[in-house]
């Protein structure tokens, strides 16, 4: 059985991005693989945050993955800063990650520049706390969304120079990831801007929806949402960019295929699709929510949840970090 690795970070709350984009398709392919999911609490301090609210974030993700239908027989789910590894695997790996490969990465540039003087030593080693995450589980894929596609490609590159350096030939230590990122969902766009992703970072609610929205909030941000003058909808049309976005959002959440959205909307007006997206997204995020709140009034549960969840991740990365340490020449702890 293959692996699948990925992960969240329990910045704020969970949008239709983060859901269509990586944790709908762990949650689709998840009897096909062996898969272990992770809260990214480690690079959620990357950027100024908030103690009051980490632990209780964490928590609230580790439910939503649970309401998203992920299912403990065939995912291990557990809370990165609970496996030490990640960060012992990140110091070595930093060690032969040339500066420049992160100073080039995108989203530390565009990161980098919104926080001005702030930037922590962390925000430009995320990609390599990133590629430790992965390489301890050895998986075969890593679902996620379009904007992590750079973070995988260092997170390869890391692997052929470590390989190189350490590992005999033919006898690679680490290895190497595949991205897995569908095309349709891979990059949900703000609903106030077609041209800009969706993301808990945009300063604007009305740019997103989140997976805990009320009914209310959905219907208002979908009324206010951008869209164009043109009568029709369709998708595909680059001058069109809010057209193609929330017929994709309906496509994804109703389940129809691409031509027959196409043939149900091609003649419609906003005034007419915006009421069928709306009924369309609470439906989908309804029984999410239920389920959440069920979940979420049972901590119990869920401390089991992640428990179990760190004993068998731990596991498994411990003997990868013992292979790596073993092949850079370290002595055995005593
Ligand atoms: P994060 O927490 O920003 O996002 C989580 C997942 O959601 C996807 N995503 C989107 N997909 C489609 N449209 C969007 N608008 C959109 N916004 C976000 C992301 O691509 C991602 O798959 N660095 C990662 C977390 C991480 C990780 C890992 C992932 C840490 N270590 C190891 C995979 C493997 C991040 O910040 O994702």
């Not at 059985?1 to 983060?18: A, D, E, I, K, M």
């Not at 120079?161 to 690679?172: E, M």
């Not at 013992?322 to 005593?334: C, F, I, R």
């Given at each position: 059985?293959?692996?699948?690795?990925?992960?969240?970070?329990?910045?704020?709350?969970?949008?239709?991005?983060?859901y269509l984009g990586a944790i709908r398709n762990w949650v689709e392919g998840q009897s096909q693989y062996d898969n272990f999911l992770f809260i990214a609490d480690l690079h959620a301090v990357t950027l100024p945050?908030?103690?009051?609210?980490?632990?209780?974030?964490?928590?609230?993700?580790?439910?939503?993955?649970?309401?998203?239908?992920?299912?403990?027989?065939?995912?291990?789910?557990?809370?990165?800063?609970?496996?030490?590894?990640h960060t012992e695997l990140t110091w070595l790996l930093n060690c032969i990650t040339p500066l420049n490969w992160l100073t080039d990465m995108i989203q530390f540039k565009e990161k980098a520049v919104k926080q001005?003087?702030?930037?922590?030593?962390?925000?430009?080693?995320?990609?390599?706390?990133?590629?430790?995450?992965?390489?301890?589980?050895?998986?075969?894929?890593?679902?996620?969304?379009?904007?992590?596609?750079?973070?995988?490609?260092?997170?390869?590159?890391?692997?052929?120079?470590?390989?190189?350096?350490?590992?005999?030939?033919?006898?690679?230590?680490?290895?190497?990831?595949?991205?897995?990122?569908?095309?349709?969902?891979?990059?949900?766009?703000?609903?106030?801007?077609?041209?800009?992703?969706?993301?808990?970072?945009?300063?604007?609610?009305?740019?997103?929806?989140?997976?805990?929205?009320?009914?209310?909030?959905?219907?208002?941000?979908?009324?206010?949402?951008?869209?164009?003058?043109?009568?029709?909808?369709?998708?595909?049309?680059?001058?069109?960019?809010?057209?193609?976005?929330?017929?994709?959002?309906?496509?994804?959440?109703?389940?129809?295929?691409?031509?027959?959205?196409?043939?149900?909307?091609?003649?419609?007006?906003?005034?007419?699709?915006?009421?069928?997206?709306?009924?369309?997204?609470?439906?989908?995020?309804?029984?999410?929510?239920?389920?959440y709140q069920a979940i979420m009034d049972d901590r119990g549960y869920l401390e089991s949840v992640l428990r179990h969840g760190k004993h068998k991740a731990e596991a498994v990365a411990n003997q990868t970090l013992?292979?790596?340490?073993?092949?850079?020449?370290?002595?055995?702890?005593?």
């Open positions: 059985r293959q692996r699948v690795l990925s992960g969240v970070q329990p910045t704020g709350n969970l949008h239709l991005g983060n945050h908030n103690p009051a609210e980490l632990a209780k974030n964490t928590y609230t993700l580790a439910a939503l993955y649970l309401a998203c239908g992920l299912d403990l027989t065939h995912s291990t789910i557990f809370v990165q800063s609970h496996v030490p590894a001005g003087e702030n930037v922590g030593v962390g925000l430009l080693d995320y990609p390599v706390l990133m590629a430790s995450d992965i390489l301890l589980y050895e998986p075969d894929k890593v679902p996620v969304g379009e904007d992590q596609k750079q973070h995988l490609e260092l997170t390869r590159d890391i692997v052929n120079r470590f390989n190189y350096l350490f590992a005999k030939p033919d006898q690679p230590v680490l290895k190497l990831p595949e991205p897995l990122i569908r095309k349709e969902g891979a990059r949900v766009m703000s609903l106030t801007d077609g041209t800009k992703k969706m993301s808990k970072s945009d300063p604007s609610e009305l740019s997103r929806i989140n997976l805990l929205d009320s009914a209310d909030e959905i219907a208002k941000k979908i009324k206010k949402c951008k869209t164009d003058p043109t009568r029709g909808l369709e998708f595909d049309n680059p001058e069109r960019p809010e057209s193609n976005n929330l017929l994709t959002l309906y496509m994804l959440l109703s389940g129809k295929t691409k031509e027959e959205v196409t043939t149900e909307c091609q003649d419609m007006g906003w005034g007419q699709f915006k009421p069928l997206l709306t009924e369309t997204v609470i439906n989908a995020l309804k029984p999410i929510q239920e389920k013992a292979k790596v340490k073993a092949a850079m020449g370290y002595s055995t702890p005593l």
